[in-house]
């Protein structure tokens, strides 16, 4: 069986080849595993130089369904923005996908092993009957995930070291591998859970009847939305909007959100001296200087107006206070996951928390049919993650 964490640290380190198939590879596929003494370089059109600088075969995975898993070098331009061109990078790689078999691609950039990398996992759907496969042409469906060191790469590693106690390996089992389905169910899973520890905070018999009135359905309501705004701002700080040094909100902090918990220490105040400066007072407030935002030791940052209404003040009066577990277990929560502000294509799927899931997860919590409160998140919101 295949380590998990050694999986989990060669898919976090810049990419380098020898490396990956070396701590990944080999120790997944084993015998299965053939690796080119050289690799046979494929030639690329007109059309797809401006994409791609060069593609290259390297290695095969023999599979025990009389397929063959082809293993791919791809790298790309330095100025591609990946997830704008996935259509035309798609169709340069899925015209090598032969008869029945798949390919598992390494998508990566021209000189910058630093950037974020991707592995995708291409191949064609097969109709079955009576053990028979029934031909037909059917477009490739391509599953993604995003690696590198600027992602958390967990639920890569723990399905590649699942993947290795395999005593075969078939095309199903990769496509198991690389499930957007089960990702998302287990992402809401944990997700209701936190929502839950937050719901029975705000139930204890002082905070119920003092700041909501005894009102159920009200704390209900304030914990989904007060959720909803941290994973809609895990979105926000994936584009480096949350903590830029200037208004081009070019270079702000992926962890801008754990990192000012942290920052103001950790305590039971962190909602309200914080969170809620930063929603009310910043978020939704367009009328800051060059939009100013003190941290907790003094230093200036920028943080973008955001109308929508996500983040109007309508906060029950009274102070709320929340034990620091619950944020710092939430934080930690979300930090095993990838987020991506790109939604998925029927045939393309990135296994990372996307717009759609979050529009999922409020679906999910409406609690038996709207009877116990809802929160949609607006439309000018989901518009703002793919700006």
């Known amino acids: ?6 999986l989990q640290k060669t898919l976090n380190a810049n990419y380098d080849l020898d490396f990956f198939h070396r701590n990944v590879l080999q120790q997944v ?3 299965s595993l053939t690796l080119a003494s050289v690799p046979e370089k494929r030639n690329i059109n007109a059309s797809e130089e401006r994409l791609i600088k060069s593609v290259k075969k390297y290695g095969t995975v023999a599979l025990t369904d009389y397929r063959e898993l082809d293993l791919y070098d791809v790298e790309l331009a330095e100025n591609v923005v990946i997830e704008r061109s996935r259509v035309s990078i798609g169709a340069a790689i899925k015209k090598y996908i032969f008869g029945n078999n798949a390919v598992l691609v ?5 000189n910058k092993p630093e950037k974020s990398w991707r592995l995708s996992f291409i191949a064609k759907e097969q109709q079955i009957e009576d053990g028979e496969i029934i031909k037909g042409e059917t477009n490739p469906k391509r599953y993604t995930y995003i690696l590198g060191h600027n992602e958390t790469c967990r639920t890569a590693a723990e399905r590649f070291a699942k993947l290795s106690m395999e005593p075969e390996f078939t095309i199903d089992k990769l496509k198991d591998a690389f499930s957007v389905e089960k990702l998302s169910k287990t992402f809401f899973d944990e997700y209701k859970q936190h929502y839950l520890d937050f719901v029975e905070h705000l139930n204890k018999r002082n905070i119920k009847s003092s700041v909501f009135n005894g009102d159920e359905k009200a704390i209900r309501d304030f914990a989904k939305k007060l959720l909803g705004r941290i994973v809609f701002l895990y979105f926000i700080q994936k584009k ?6 200037n208004t081009k909100y070019a270079d702000g902090s992926p962890n801008f959100l754990e990192e000012l918990f942290i920052a103001s220490g950790k305590n039971e105040s962190f909602y309200h001296d914080w969170l809620k400066k930063l929603f009310y007072d910043t ?6 200087n060059e939009d100013a935002f003190k941290l907790p030791d003094g230093e200036i940052v920028r943080i973008p107006f955001l109308n929508g209404g996500l983040f109007e003040d309508n906060d029950p009066k009274g102070i709320l206070t929340f034990p620091p577990k619950l944020f710092a277990d939430l934080f930690e929560f979300f930090k095993t996951y990838n987020f991506t502000i790109y939604e998925d294509s029927p045939d393309d799927h990135t296994l990372a928390v996307d717009p759609e ?3 999922h997860i409020f679906e999910n919590l409406l609690e038996d049919n709207k009877d116990k409160g809802a929160y949609y998140t607006p439309k000018e919101i989901v518009h703002y993650m793919c700006q």
Do not use: D, V
């Not at 390494?106 to 021209?110: D, K, L």
């Open 1 to 6: 069986m295949a380590n998990r964490e050694t």
């Open 29 to 31: 596929f084993g015998n």
């Open 106 to 110: 390494n998508f990566h950039y021209q």
């Open 240 to 245: 480096g909007w949350l903590g830029a040094s």
């Open 283 to 288: 978020l939704n407030n367009q009328s800051r």
């Open 357 to 359: 899931m979050l529009g």
